[in-house]
């Protein structure tokens, strides 16, 4: 997975969605995206996934630089083609 912006590092990458030159053959990085602790704006440490918060998740997998600052990512790259 790779962005097509040099200066935007893995977290700005995913949280806006994961759209690089590569999306076409390997989808966009957010689906990827497993698990993420997240420090919400309540000051609450998450760790959120889709079982334990669905709709966070999601919201995270698009808008997730809104909704808190993300401490660690957790992928699964087990389906790449």
């Known amino acids: 997975m790779a962005g ?6 893995i977290g700005g990458f995913t949280l806006a969605g994961g759209h690089g030159t590569m999306t076409s053959y390997y989808g966009l990085a957010s689906h990827y995206l497993k698990e993420a602790r997240v420090v919400t704006p309540e ?19 698009g808008a997730g630089h809104s909704l808190g600052i993300v401490l660690q990512f957790t992928f699964d790259y087990s389906s790449i083609p």
Not at 4 to 9: E, L
């Open 4 to 9: 097509s912006c040099p200066t935007v590092v």
């Open 43 to 61: 000051g609450e440490i998450k760790d959120i996934n889709d079982e334990s918060d669905p709709e966070y998740m999601k919201n995270l997998r």
